[in-house]
């Protein structure tokens, strides 16, 4: 897919028809009484509909069949997808997984939805307030079936093989490097090319947003520009054998049957979109005089909670990057945190821990739960020559920051088989560099 299968801004208002229907949009209002080509038009809200205009999120979809058209919904199986944060007992320990499993498909055929799996989270769906953490490891396509999510957003992050991401606003190609926002109630259906992993930020009750700039000015981070939403793509396709839709609703999943492909829509208009961004566009800040500054600066969206600064979950990016700090540990400090910092590797090695922590595999520092350096970096960067040098060149580590203090499920802690047990020796070598005769030297 090129640069011109896409509209570019965050938040716009968008509009696009399928060129194959030329005019499928109506002109001047949203529901006429008979639309263009006989279509349905069906809103899709995101948000009250009196939330303040600048948080009112919605749009208009234009589509052979309404979504209505189905048989009832039913309980299926959820695997190891789960909101059950009471499963096992809590564990505050500093948790560091391996690179997580990706099933064989000569073993098993194994798709998205099959290949969910709950790590950790907190909060709950009902109430609207809450997130979860989950991991994606498949090695086929869906077929005639699609998902949707009740409950909240997915921020999706592919770490290994790239995503063809159908959904009802249109396709995107999505490679590692990149992440997607499938948000709140939209269907869509994943293709994948081998077999393929990756990282999944759900959140409940709030959308993803850019951060706001403050003194950094009107330009910096994740610039609008840069992010890229789908253009109308429809299929008019009858299945008679059955379509089936996914629906993750209260944290269980349901499945009804329809047939006809739900992904009809020949025209839409609205800012409530799916939409990728490409990490390498992320506009770097950084210390240039002295001292290791927060991560915060890092923050590529937030979901913000209803306390001002604190956020239900941020996405924090750690890319490419000069470091120049003079008298400085340039590493990340030692550091007890309020908030839970999940962290995964999409590739290369992270410059706090270069051995240990791998491509595909996650840790998680819970709130105050102490963390930093191992004793290799730490021994290092306390001796080096602090010339201007590039900082995790071919490498880009991601954190999910949450305000909520996150339970680890028993598939995370158990049925994965890939925690990390000998994770806390890391920091077990780290010795006093305690001098009771030091003296200040001349300024």
Known sequence: MTQQDYMSGFGNEFSSEDPRCPGSLPEGQNNPQVSPYGLYAEQLSGSAFTCPRPANKRSWLYRILPSVKHKPFTSVPCGDLTENWNEVEPDPNQLRWLPFTIPKATEKKVDFVAGLHTVCGAGDAKSRNGIGVHVYTCNTSMVD???NNSDGDFLIVPQQGEILITTEFGKMMVEPNEICVIQQGMCFSVDVFGETRGYILEVYGAH?????????????LANPRDFLCPVAWYEDRKVPTGYTVINKYQGKLFACQQDFSPFNVVAWHG???????NLKNFMVINCVAFDHADPSIFTVLTAKSTRPGVAIADFVIFPPRWGVA????????YHRNCMSEFMGLIKGHYEAKEEGFQPGGASLHSIMTPHGPDVDCFEKNSTAEL????????TMAFMFESSFSMAVTKWGLHTCQKLDKNYYQCWEPLRSHFNPNWKPGKQ
């Not at 993803?208 to 910096?220: K, Q, T, Y």
């Not at 800012?271 to 961004?277: A, E, G, I, L, V």
């Not at 003079?326 to 400090?333: E, L, Q, V, W």
């Open 145 to 147: 079936r699609c998902f």
């Open 208 to 220: 993803f947003e850019l951060p706001d700039l403050g003194p950094i000015g009107a330009n910096g």
């Open 271 to 277: 800012n409530y979109t799916p939409y990728k961004y």
């Open 326 to 333: 003079d008298h400085t540990f340039r590493p990340p400090y």
């Open 387 to 394: 010339k201007p040098e590039r900082v995790a060149e071919g």
